[in-house]
């Protein structure tokens, strides 16, 4: 098979490889940083030009500008989000888009069955030597979605990392090739400040040498990095991760020794970050990226001993139910990978699973320990698969213990002006 030859019939320009796109289609993009945005916005400017009408676009974390969401695109697109963020919640807010509840690692099936994709977007890595293109740092959905779409097309860029593990697909298996080298989508180093270093050091106190990490995205798993530097043989099997991986890696601390599956290697469905991440992880045998239904089962997860899941909430009741998700009624972002690797943490010999927040939101005018969760608002995690929750103020461990008990220790570590008015709830609770 001479796979130049394929690869060169098959080329075409962004706008050309989006007039395939048809009315009613349903068209899958690549998660997060591997968004091929040339393509993107082509779909978006070709939309009236091609005549879409109710173009459904699924997407989870959209980094890109989503011009599909946009108002005046209501006629030609609807958003599917399996995951919400800046850029995509108003068009769900506004009944221009709609949400799907979801567990990551289940994404994949659902594309296999009640979401049939038509079309998908991929950004690829440049063939090697034997025609395969690496997905580079997004594999999770976008690889099973790519592997029973009816149409791919692919933005071919230089740029993309070329990422081990069951990473990769052939040129043969591409519609429509689009050769477009730009920068990579890029997520800065978050902020961290004093609470967030508070929080990253409460939770760094529960992390003992030869734990496998799950790590979230934002300034409190960064926060939490700092304040490992002390640690040894630490692993990463994990949802995604960023720049401060690589550099407790660099220091030593990340071996991947003490793992049991994919020993000496980080694991990840996708990547987000800056160059200095996506240089270390090109051609890098040392990390691996699988699709999310592999990645994320619970089953899998599990078989690392001491598998450590650390992310945050928006509030958390005194029962110990957890909301990561939604403010009452309104969807901020989603399910995600929380509850898959909760779960896992949970059956991981050994494991921990911390749900970790700043105590106050809203410039310290609300409480994020609360009475009930608000009204209309999801429970992302349920109160018995929650083990330690973690503030500025302290550590509660809820596994195993009484309703009472669980009450006592998240007044304990709510912030210091909202306890008197937890605890008349905890009294009327439980009176004496």
């Given at each position: 098979m001479d796979w130049k030859k394929i690869y060169a019939d098959k080329l075409c320009t962004a706008d050309e490889a989006v007039s395939h796109i048809k009315s009613g289609d349903r068209v899958v993009v690549t998660h997060a940083c591997g968004e091929p945005v040339i393509l993107t916005d082509a779909m978006?400017?070709?939309?009236?030009?091609?005549?879409?009408?109710?173009?459904?676009?699924?997407?989870m974390v959209a980094m890109g500008k989503a011009g599909y969401c946009a108002p005046e695109m209501a006629e030609h697109f609807r958003h599917n989000g399996l995951f919400l963020g800046a850029s995509t919640k108003?068009?769900?807010?506004?009944?221009?888009?709609?949400?799907?509840?979801?567990?990551?690692?289940?994404?994949?099936?659902?594309?296999?069955?009640?979401?049939?994709?038509?079309?998908?977007?991929?950004?690829?890595?440049?063939?090697?030597?034997?025609?395969?293109?690496?997905?580079?740092?997004?594999?999770?959905?976008?690889?099973p979605a790519a592997e029973c779409a009816k149409i791919r097309i692919a933005q071919i860029n230089k740029k993309m990392p070329r990422v081990?593990?069951?990473?990769?697909?052939?040129?043969?298996?591409?519609?429509?090739?689009?050769?477009?080298?730009?920068?990579?989508?890029?997520?800065?180093?978050?902020?961290?400040?004093?609470?967030?270093?508070?929080?990253?050091?409460?939770?760094?106190?529960?992390?003992?040498?030869?734990?496998?990490?799950?790590?979230?995205?934002?300034?409190?798993?960064?926060?939490?990095?700092?304040?490992?530097?002390?640690?040894?043989?630490?692993?990463?099997?994990?949802?995604?991760?960023?720049?401060?991986?690589?550099?407790?890696?660099?220091?030593?601390?990340?071996?991947?020794?003490?793992?049991?599956?994919?020993?000496?290697?980080?694991?990840?469905?996708?990547?987000?970050?800056?160059?200095r991440l996506y240089d270390y992880v090109n051609d890098?045998?040392?990390?691996?990226?699988?699709?999310?239904?592999?990645v994320n089962d619970p089953r899998v997860i599990c078989q690392n001993d001491n598998v450590v899941s650390i992310n945050s909430c928006v509030e958390v009741d005194l029962m110990g139910q957890v909301?990561?998700?939604?403010?009452?009624?309104?969807?901020?972002?989603?399910?995600?990978?929380?509850?898959?690797?909760?779960?896992?943490?949970?059956?991981?010999?050994?494991?921990?699973?911390i749900m970790a927040m700043p105590a106050t939101?809203?410039?310290?005018?609300?409480?994020?320990?609360?009475?009930f969760i608000?009204?209309?608002?999801a429970v992302t995690t349920s109160r018995c698969d929650v083990d330690y929750v973690v503030t500025e103020y302290g550590i509660a461990q809820l596994h195993g213990h009484t309703l009472r008990d669980r009450a006592k220790q998240l007044i304990a570590i709510a912030a210091p002006e909202f306890r008197e008015g937890l605890k008349e709830e905890y009294n009327r609770r439980f009176p004496r």
């Open positions: 978006v400017a070709n939309a009236d030009k091609y005549g879409y009408k109710n173009v459904e676009v699924v997407h108003t068009a769900v807010f506004e009944g221009r888009g709609d949400f799907t509840p979801i567990f990551f690692s289940e994404a994949p099936e659902l594309f296999r069955t009640s979401l049939p994709v038509d079309v998908v977007l991929l950004q690829l890595s440049e063939p090697d030597e034997h025609g395969y293109c690496s997905f580079g740092v997004s594999c999770d959905y976008t690889k081990m593990g069951d990473n990769f697909i052939h040129i043969s298996e591409l519609d429509y090739i689009v050769p477009a080298d730009e920068q990579l989508i890029q997520l800065a180093p978050p902020k961290i400040g004093d609470v967030q270093r508070k929080i990253g050091e409460n939770i760094a106190s529960l992390v003992r040498d030869g734990d496998c990490l799950q790590l979230g995205i934002g300034a409190i798993p960064d926060a939490v990095l700092l304040f490992l530097k002390e640690k040894k043989d630490l692993g990463i099997h994990s949802e995604m991760f960023s720049d401060g991986v690589v550099e407790l890696i660099e220091a030593g601390v990340v071996t991947n020794a003490c793992k049991q599956i994919e020993k000496g290697k980080c694991v990840a469905t996708f990547l987000m970050g800056t160059d890098n045998p040392t990390v691996v990226l699988k699709p999310v239904d592999w909301c990561s998700e939604s403010i009452g009624l309104q969807q901020i972002s989603g399910t995600g990978g929380q509850v898959d690797f909760v779960r896992g943490a949970n059956m991981s010999k050994g494991g921990r699973t939101a809203a410039k310290g005018k609300i409480s994020k320990v609360v009475p608000t009204e209309g608002a």
